[in-house]
């Protein structure tokens, strides 16, 4: 009686005999997230554990803010994952980004925290930093009039939203700022509260 290894999702699945019984366990990237023990069949020990993993999505949806972006813990649960293999140019914006006063930051900056030589490298790079977040989270963000995706929007936000037009959405808010010198993406609440709690 063998482990299986099956995909649920963003999970992989193992699932074997245990003790006399069968078990399960979810695993996300290389770490166990969930499991299910003390089962009768393979079948029912799968069972378990998919249902506390639709129940983990389900938690981690309601969570989300008005634009979709999730709770701290889930950015926590990215960032711990994707910080160790990131490069030092990213981790520079990050750490830019985080230290600004209220975390708001103009793409110049960020490119001068990075070593790039001008905005449009930290814009092009920012923004990839963004959907690896976002592949991580499972975040969608706003798209341009064209169709492309705002990925950066996986990190941070047009700050005026809160206050100045909180009835327009992020793409009208971004849309209507991005064009201008001087246009700052802020940080998400989120971010900040996720990278606080990983030491940073």
């Keep these: 009686m063998a482990v299986i290894t099956e995909a649920y999702g963003r999970y992989e699945i193992k699932s074997g005999p245990l003790a006399g019984a069968w078990a399960a366990n979810a695993i996300l990237h290389k770490t166990v997230v969930a499991k299910a023990e003390g ?10 554990l998919k249902g506390k993993l639709d129940q983990m999505e389900r938690l981690a949806l309601s969570e989300c803010d008005t634009e979709g972006a999730p709770s701290a813990s889930v950015y926590e649960r990215a960032f711990g994952h994707l910080l160790p293999d990131m490069s030092d140019s990213y981790k520079a914006m990050l750490r830019a980004h985080l230290a600004a006063p209220d975390h708001l930051i103009s793409a110049t900056k960020l490119a001068d925290a990075a070593g790039y030589s001008g905005y449009e490298g930290a814009n092009l790079h920012y923004g990839k930093l963004g959907k690896r977040v976002a592949d991580e989270i499972g975040f969608v963000p706003p798209r341009r009039e064209d169709g492309t995706e705002i990925w950066t929007c996986a990190i941070a936000r047009d700050a005026s939203m809160d206050t100045e037009y909180p009835n327009t959405s992020m793409l009208e808010a971004l ?20 990278l606080r709690a990983l030491g940073w």
């Excluded at 089962?39 to 378990?48: N, P, S, V, Y």
């Excluded at 201008?180 to 609440?189: A, G, K, S, Y």
């Design 175 to 194: 849309s209507r700022k991005m064009e201008t010198l001087h246009f700052e993406w802020q940080m998400r609440p989120q971010v900040v509260q996720a």
């Design 39 to 48: 089962a009768t069949t393979r079948e029912e020990a799968i069972a378990d």
